[in-house]
């Protein structure tokens, strides 16, 4: 296990519990190859994968064809410009304006535990838990060291990658492409499957066979946006939720991204991932640095559940760094689905007063408090309160909502600054734009330029200045607009393409302020509903606000998508009023506390408004958060059908880590005439133990045919259960399930 070289066949072996990935050093001129990434394996006798004694051969027997064997080598980190016409990992621009580099294998070192990366989100754990490799490649000629970082993560099965090029020349180099990772491999009759979506739709699983030529995904938003997803999986053509070989692959970033697939002649896959190049240079002086963002590699020889439940473990434990992380969150109301910009202390403190009685433990004032915003179409960079609204100031009203045995948080959007603003007229050039022209507007407003360091300053201090004056234990840090228009009034030219990565790291700088001078404050983050729902964000805020759309039913989509790479609890989940704001569709109360229960869980209504019968509801509901969320937090997360998939019902349970327990899901969307039972086999169980089966609301247990009894885990699993067709249309059911 763990990390070991072998001398003789210059062979680097990385283990995790179930997998092997294998990396050789080649040929005189020491390339550095991919021999193997599959289920473990405890022989290191493999390099022959590297196909180097198969015709075109290395350069050291066969000269004359070098071209043809850079074309058709499995590279760990293939460059630009001398033959290897497959995308590349690394190019880059010398003061010659040459693009070409050649990397050789030079030394390599294994560390207990992992190295932060210096500005960025990554995992982390400690030597009892992780170990990395480091190679340390060079170009001789043009003095660039390349050092290939491994991190093997034993228990979780998963290895997470990352790049760092130092520039010892003489002269300053461009970096144009600079990818985290790449992995060539035999394209065994793979599928694809990425996430696709849209505002209000985000994350929806989109599986296609792999076919020749690129395919891929990437974001030049800025963030890693709504629409395509930094999370891509290749697989067996066959594999499912239980079965089949899958390799899972997730960016650890927020910005512009690339994740593609590159099918070539010979039918090898190249599966590459990391900043997007366009739009992406980084100039480096002798002696500077840059390093990557990190990429997360899992391989499955067990179907996606399999995967998706390392990336789980991985990210709760490994990522994520909140003291929330473990903790119940406190059910929040939210009250941008009340009151929208319609509100004023009197309001809150209505909702307040009723929510508190059903239980609700936290309000949270969304956007329009601040400036004189009345609508978007102002005041963002004006972080001051809006008196007119929060009459008696702001810790009045947070005074007031803690007095009713409430916490208080607050919304804020730091990235933004609307040009009627304060802060826009006194620093117009503090807004991305290019010299000259005007920039676009969405949503009626400018993004600040977060390279400049005073700009970030600022920022922080407005931000920090409001969550000292009051009692705030929240704060929602939305974005609700891409970049573009890519120009600052502070970069030099030649650094220019810098600034999407600068953006981000201006993005991580306030946040990572934020959570160290308020440790105990609970962020979330979100941008425009789930546009920049990614591990990036997920190092600084345990939760990130899911979808605008809380409809039950389209959350269904949004959340088996989300839930293939992100832990439950880090899906911002809320119960919100009907006709659903979103699409219109009217579901049950009770359905939609069932599926935000696969969240954070909270509400998005006004309290005061809804019908009694639906707020009647809450105090269960309340309960019934308490009651589940430790598992649904910590538990095995599998999914057992799927509605994007079947157009009928929705089903997933998460299992405790001691299968003590479990909780099932089951949503039926629409009702059919005559329809029979339907069979379920339940997943992750022991075997062994004996299970008993409850409805969770009382009136459902009415037609349980199950309970009275116990049932062996084997049969649960193998067997599986019958659950009864509700009455209906988007009927929930969820079933309790307890070891005895
Ligand atoms: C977009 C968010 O997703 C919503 O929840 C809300 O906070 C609005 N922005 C406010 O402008």
């Known amino acids: 296990m763990g990390i070991s070289y ?156 990352s790049v760092k090029v130092i520039n010892n020349a003489g002269d300053p180099i461009e970096l144009t492409r600079v990818m985290s990772m790449c992995l060539d491999m035999d394209n065994e009759d793979y599928d694809l499957i990425t996430l696709h979506g849209s505002w209000a739709r985000e994350r929806h699983i989109n599986r296609r066979p792999l076919s020749k030529g690129i395919q891929g995904v990437s974001s030049l938003k800025g963030e890693s946006g709504h629409q395509e997803h930094p ?52 100039r480096l002086e002798p002696g500077d640095e840059f390093e990557t963002p990190e990429v997360i590699m899992v391989h499955s020889s067990e179907g996606i559940g399999n995967m998706t439940r390392s990336f789980h473990d991985l990210f709760r434990n490994h990522l994520i760094r909140s003291p929330y992380k473990d903790l119940k969150r406190p059910i929040l109301i939210n009250n941008w689905e009340a009151t929208y910009f319609e509100f004023d202390t009197d309001k809150l403190i209505a909702i307040v007063d ?22 978007d179409n102002s005041s963002l960079g004006d972080w001051y309160v809006y008196e007119d609204k929060l009459k008696g100031g702001l810790k009045h009203l947070v005074d007031e909502v803690n007095k009713r045995g409430m916490k208080f948080g607050i919304w804020f959007e730091p990235e933004m600054i609307s040009p009627d603003s304060d802060l826009y007229r006194a620093h117009p050039d503090w807004a991305i734009a290019i010299e000259g022209r005007t920039p676009g507007q969405a949503r009626e407003q400018y993004v600040l330029d977060l390279t400049r360091p005073e700009v ?83 190092y600084y805020s345990p939760q990130i606000w899911c979808s605008d759309d809380t409809d039950a039913i389209e959350r269904l989509s949004i959340q088996e998508g989300t839930s293939i790479v992100y832990p439950l609890s880090a899906m911002g989940a809320h119960v919100s009023d009907c006709p659903n704001h979103t699409v219109g569709r009217v579901t049950p109360f009770k359905t939609r506390g069932y599926v935000a229960l696969a969240g954070t869980f909270g509400y998005e209504l006004d309290v005061t408004k809804i019908p ?124 309790s399930i307890k070891a005895v």
């Open 231 to 282: 999370f891509m999986a290749v697989l067996d053509h066959n594999a499912d939720q239980d079965r089949g070989e899958v390799f899972g692959f997730s960016f650890v970033y927020s910005g512009n991204f690339l994740a593609e697939c590159y099918v070539n002649q010979f039918d090898s896959v190249r599966v590459m991932m990391g900043i997007n190049p366009e739009d992406f240079t980084w």
């Open 612 to 735: 009694e019968e639906d707020r009647n509801m809450i105090p269960d509901q309340v309960k019934m958060y308490h009651t589940y969320n430790d598992l649904v937090r910590m538990g095995d997360y599998f999914r057992l059908a799927s509605f994007s998939e079947n157009r009928e019902y929705d089903c997933y349970m998460v299992v405790s880590k001691d299968k003590s327990e479990a909780l099932l899901t089951f949503v039926q969307v629409l009702n059919r005439p005559n329809q029979h039972s339907r069979k379920i086999r339940l997943k992750g169980l022991d075997p062994k133990r004996r299970y008993e089966l409850t409805y969770v609301d009382p009136e459902d247990e009415k037609n349980n045919t199950l309970s009275g009894e116990t049932y062996s885990g084997d049969i649960l699993m193998k067997a599986g259960i019958l659950i009864q067709n509700p009455w209906g249309d988007f009927q929930g059911r969820l079933i």
């Open 456 to 538: 970030v300053d600022y920022t922080y201090d407005q931000v920090s200045k409001i969550l000292k004056s009051a009692n705030i234990e929240y704060v929602k840090w939305d974005m609700n607009r891409p970049l573009a228009d890519m120009g600052s009034a502070k970069l030099p030219p030649k650094k220019m393409g810098e600034m999407f990565h600068r953006y981000m790291l201006g993005v991580y700088e306030l946040q990572e302020r934020l959570i160290t001078d308020f440790p105990n404050l609970l962020l979330e983050n979100c941008s425009g509903g789930g546009g920049r729902f990614d591990p990036g964000m997920l």
């Open 6 to 161: 072998n001398e003789q066949s210059r062979t680097f072996k990385l283990d995790t519990c179930a997998s092997t990935y294998m990396i050789g050093i080649a040929d005189d001129e020491n390339f550095v190859g991919h021999i193997y990434f599959g289920p473990y394996i405890d022989d290191d006798n493999i390099s022959y994968l590297m196909r180097t004694k198969e015709p075109p051969f290395v350069p050291s027997v066969n000269g004359r064809d070098r071209l043809a064997f850079y074309d058709s080598f499995p590279s760990e980190y293939p460059t630009h410009g001398l033959g290897d016409y497959r995308d590349d990992a690394l190019a880059i621009r010398t003061g010659k304006g040459n693009t070409a580099l050649k990397l050789s294998f030079v030394s390599y070192d294994i560390i207990p535990g992992k190295k932060p990366i210096q500005g960025l989100p990554a995992t982390f754990g400690s030597p009892d838990e992780c170990c990395t490799l480091e190679l340390t490649c060079r170009d001789e000629i043009l003095g660039i060291d390349v050092i290939l970082s491994y991190t093997v993560f034993e228990n979780v099965d998963a290895i997470a990658r």
């Open 354 to 375: 009723e929510a508190s009685k059903l239980g609700i433990e936290m309000l949270v004032m969304d956007d329009g408090w601040f400036g004189h915003r009345d609508s």
